[in-house]
């Protein structure tokens, strides 16, 4: 690729800062900028709602060194927000009207919190998490103590549940559905962590949806819709995220839950790229658009961008791939699941040492292990063989999956 040619990320977390080394350590000599509104230089989000919120560090997760950017002549510009995309003179706008021009232009604006708009909203106390400074401001709450209620009992909630109940603080959660996680992981997994939630005393309260935050200036308590008043000291929101697609949007780009991209994370403006949390991506192996909210989707996603900008033509396959930990109950889940007939066990679900296989018509979907370490591969592989696999043979713990695994690769699909 020509030095003469400018690449601008527009994102400065970890899809971003990904592409950004990827297009360096690809060969990419030209100027390179990576946009980022926050204050702080890339990090990544994980430990925000585990150890760091916890305090076990005070070092901020950082993608790369002080001195990476500069190192590597990455125009790192924080605490910048680009206003717009002009797409026919082929610039960014930033806030303050300076132009910057692209020749080619990856977008990783990630996705944001989900606000509330009930009674009370806006008191002191009712808060949510992104960023380091988010997690700053609970931990702060956490390490004085008190009442905390999280709504909602997806990722965020149950993490930041997990990590207050350690911390000592007591803590409720309200969650619409009947069991946690549910949405993801269905009836099975739920029941899971609803157990392993009440067994380190949290308050869980299912089917409960949320009235209103009562207090004066600060939330002092969380009202439901069936009349009950939950005492709280703070509180935080965690009731999922949405794409950040107003630049795209404004730009005229293909929209569809995300932005919406070919296998090789080009949009509908050529040229113009989008990967991470903001793109819905059309995926070889489910010959589907897929937009996957998860740090592994970040991390690889970015960088395949980055190659695709470079005229590689790789396509982007890798199966979704999350993780959680939650007190001392660590998970992995490949795959992607949104009906199945049936989820086989393997291994001991109250000791909470097992892998889940979500079946679909006779094949394994989806796999999730619990403190069950180094089989993620096993379980992507029997995904890939796209083999049926008798339910027995997943949960007969006398075969290593290894050896399931490469035995299903083989078989006919
Ligand atoms: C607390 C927390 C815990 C998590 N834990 C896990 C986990 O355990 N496992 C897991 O798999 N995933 C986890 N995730 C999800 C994971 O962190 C995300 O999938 C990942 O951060 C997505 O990265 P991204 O680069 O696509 O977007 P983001 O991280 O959202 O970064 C996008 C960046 O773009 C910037 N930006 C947006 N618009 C503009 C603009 N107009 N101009 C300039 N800059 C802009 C934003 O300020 C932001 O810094 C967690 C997320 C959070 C918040």
Same mark, same amino acid.
């Given at each position: 690729m020509p030095s003469d040619q400018t690449f601008v990320i527009v994102g400065a977390g970890l899809a971003g800062a990904k592409a950004a080394e990827t297009l360096r350590s690809e060969g990419f000599d030209g100027r390179l900028i990576l946009i980022g509104?926050?204050?702080?230089?890339p990090y990544e989000r994980p430990p925000l709602s585990k150890d760091y919120l916890r305090r076990e560090?005070?070092?901020?997760?950082?993608?790369?060194?002080?001195g990476y950017y500069a190192e590597n002549d990455i125009d790192l510009r924080t @605490?910048?927000?680009?206003?717009?995309?002009d797409t026919d003179a082929s610039e960014v706008v930033l806030a303050g009207g300076e132009r910057v021009g692209f020749d080619r232009l990856l977008l990783t604006t990630g996705a944001e919190p989900r606000r509330l708009s009930v009674? *009370?909203?806006?008191?002191? *106390?009712v808060l949510y998490l992104r960023t380091v400074e988010n997690s700053d401001a609970i931990a702060e709450r956490i390490e004085a103590g008190g009442r905390l209620v999280t709504i909602g009992a997806g990722w965020i909630g149950a993490e930041i549940a997990a990590s207050a109940r350690m911390k000592g603080c007591d803590v409720t959660v309200l969650e619409m559905?009947?069991?946690?996680l549910e949405r993801v992981l269905g009836p099975e997994l739920g029941a899971v962590y609803r157990d392993i939630h009440t067994d380190h005393g949290v308050n869980l309260l299912t089917d409960t949806a949320l009235e209103s935050f009562e207090g004066?200036? @600060?939330?002092e308590s969380v009202r439901t819709a069936d009349g009950r008043s939950i005492d709280a000291d703070f509180v935080v929101v965690g009731v999922g995220v949405a794409p950040r697609t107003q630049l795209a949007e404004a730009a005229g780009l293909k929209l569809d839950n995300g932005v919406v991209t070919n296998e090789l994370l080009?949009? @509908?403006?050529?040229?113009i790229y989008a990967a991470g949390d903001l793109a819905n991506a059309r995926h070889p192996f489910y010959e589907k658009n897929i937009r996957v909210e998860h740090w592994a989707n970040a991390l690889n996603q970015g960088p395949a961008a980055a190659r695709n900008m470079l005229d590689r033509n790789d396509p982007y396959d890798n199966l979704p791939y999350f993780f959680s930990d939650q007190y001392d109950v660590g998970m992995e889940y490949a795959g992607y699941a949104t009906e199945w007939d049936e989820v086989v066990f393997r291994g001991d679900v109250d000791a909470r040492e097992f892998v889940a296989f979500w079946l679909a018509g006779g094949r394994v979907i989806a796999g999730m292990n619990v403190n069950v370490w180094d089989v993620i591969d096993d379980i992507q592989a029997i995904i890939r063989s796209k083999a049926t696999v008798e339910p027995d043979s997943l949960k007969d713990?006398?075969?290593?999956l290894d050896e399931l695994a490469e035995s299903v690769a083989g078989a006919e699909s």
């Open positions: 509104a926050e204050s702080e230089r560090t005070t070092d901020k997760p950082y993608v790369h060194d002080n @605490s910048t927000e680009v206003e717009s995309i009674p *009370g909203s806006d008191l002191d *106390g559905a009947s069991l946690p004066s200036g @600060s939330v080009e949009t @509908s403006a050529p040229g713990t006398d075969t290593p």
